[in-house]
């Protein structure tokens, strides 16, 4: 097969829309999710998404596909069912072509990728000593660290753009990242890569990726990189639209994969025939869909059901689309019912929250620091069976020793993400909150409690 079979159009017609026959029901839901462990509050879609019961069974058809023959496998099933892969993903993001589409493991793999290409700048001598690479201070912590993996240790800087939390508005968001372009181009230096989060994962807030692009743009930075790991199944995905050189999303958080997959688009251009694959096989120098598309001897089957969860979701009432309306409505109705029963607030204003939503936990649980946040984790998931992310915040430093949000007994520091997705139940939500209130009301507040709980102790 040459490389335009293999990276180009398809040979026979992919279905966008897979048809609906009716829509599915809650006992069908249920049923698709019963390998999800019983008696667990399990709102933490956002970490490690979920895979439905039908999409796990063509996933093992796939590999056992591979088990029974190995040699037609690669030869006759592999490369015509990731470029099927690869088409459902370009219809569903609008992508112009289908060779700006590449699979890979996680978005991770993804930020290895521009960024290698990047480092790459500095060590070939085309970017000056310190020219920079722009990132908000909460990017995902392995993207920090391919950073300092690729970019740093080459010569190159970075500026980290401070957002405030709790959240008013997105105009502060773009107010911060604008000082952040300033401080990126201070003394003469030029913006080479500017790194945004669509949906930053803790404290998890939707930033507006199309508006902070256009200031990219219109201030000069080389390329920009969309990390949209949550993005997905959670918000809309329109790349045209959006303008970012590089986009990646997984496929398993909130689009109903098996992990792990995820998408990276590369928007053509000169620049993105550099663009490689961290693992190097015999496919390099063929293009990096190619290359991301055999790494080498392993199990491919989670690149391979892309279309059986096309499939899924359009069982659903308005397909994706209205999973990710009802899930953004139940998220924010979750969050909501909480902060009222404990008597805290909002991280953000609902028109920046998506199908993940930060809740204040009362000030009273006494979350100093990274540490109890930790603690108070474990203590819920083995204590009362709820498994959510807890975030630290520390109170801003604004000269004012009572800065920061406020319940009636004091600052709050700690809040809960909560995820919403198809197969949570308001039951799920009233464990948590009255988890929290039962703490609160035991006064079991300190450290070495909730570390017996964890088996630390």
């Known amino acids: 097969m040459d490389q335009e079979a293999r990276n180009g159009e398809l040979t026979h017609h992919v279905s966008k829309k897979p048809k609906l026959t009716s829509c599915i029901s809650e006992a069908e839901i249920r049923d698709e999710f019963s390998h999800h462990q019983h008696g667990v509050a399990r709102i933490n ?64 793999t ?9 480092g790459r700048g500095f060590t070939e001598g085309r970017f000056h000593r310190n020219d920079t690479v722009l990132m908000l201070h909460c990017a995902f912590q ?26 008013a508005s997105e105009e502060e968001i773009i107010n ?50 969309v990390d949209a790991a949550h993005a997905m199944g959670s918000i ?19 689009f109903f994969c098996p992990p792990s997959v995820a998408f990276l688009y590369c928007r053509k251009s000169i620049l993105s025939s550099d663009m490689h694959h961290p693992v190097v096989s015999h496919e390099f120098g063929n293009g990096l869909p190619i290359e991301s598309a055999w790494i080498g001897t392993r199990d491919y089957s989670a690149q391979l059901v892309i279309p059986s969860a096309v499939k899924f979701v359009s069982r659903f009432e308005g397909g994706i689309d209205g999973i990710m309306q009802r899930n953004h409505e139940q998220a924010l109705k979750m969050a909501r019912m909480l902060a009222n029963a404990w008597g805290t607030s909002l991280g953000s204003p609902p028109e920046i929250c998506a199908a993940m939503v930060m809740v204040g ?17 474990g203590h819920l998931r083995v204590r009362f069976g709820v498994e959510v992310p807890i975030h630290y915040q520390a109170p801003k430093d604004d000269g ?16 809960a993400r909560i995820s919403h997705q198809v197969y949570n139940t308001m039951e799920d939500y009233e464990k948590f909150r009255d988890a929290v209130i039962l703490l609160v009301e035991e006064g079991q507040l300190d450290v070495d409690s909730w570390e017996e709980f964890n088996g630390i102790a």
Not at 110 to 118: E, G, N, S, W
Not at 142 to 167: C, D, H, M, N, W
Not at 402 to 410: L, M
């Open 361 to 377: 936990l009362p000030s009273r649980l006494r979350v100093m620091g990274e540490g109890d946040a930790l603690r108070l984790r």
């Open 142 to 167: 392995a993207v920090k660290k391919s950073i300092q993996a690729y970019v740093t240790r080459a010569g190159g800087s970075v500026v980290e753009v401070q957002l405030p939390f709790p959240l």
């Open 45 to 108: 879609n956002g970490s490690f998404g979920s895979c439905p019961k039908s999409v796990l069974a063509d996933q093992q058809k796939w590999q056992l596909k591979f088990l029974q023959q190995p040699d037609d496998f690669y030869f006759n099933s592999l490369r015509k069912g990731i470029l099927e892969s690869r088409a459902a993903v370009k219809d569903l993001i609008n992508a112009d072509d289908l060779g700006e589409i590449s699979l890979v493991d996680n978005a991770t």
């Open 176 to 225: 911060e990242f604008k000082k952040g372009i300033e401080k990126g181009k201070k003394d003469g230096k030029r913006i080479r890569l500017a790194i945004i989060d669509h949906i930053t994962s803790m404290p998890c807030v939707v930033i507006p990726v199309r508006k902070l692009v256009k200031i990219c743009r219109d201030e000069g930075v080389d390329q920009v990189f």
């Open 400 to 415: 004012q020793p009572q800065a920061g949000a406020r319940d009636k007994d004091g600052i709050i520091t700690g809040y």
């Open 110 to 118: 993804a930020a290895a990728i521009v960024l290698q290409q990047i």
């Open 236 to 254: 809309k995905i329109d790349v045209k639209e959006i303008g970012a050189d590089f986009y990646v999303s997984n496929l398993h958080k909130w």
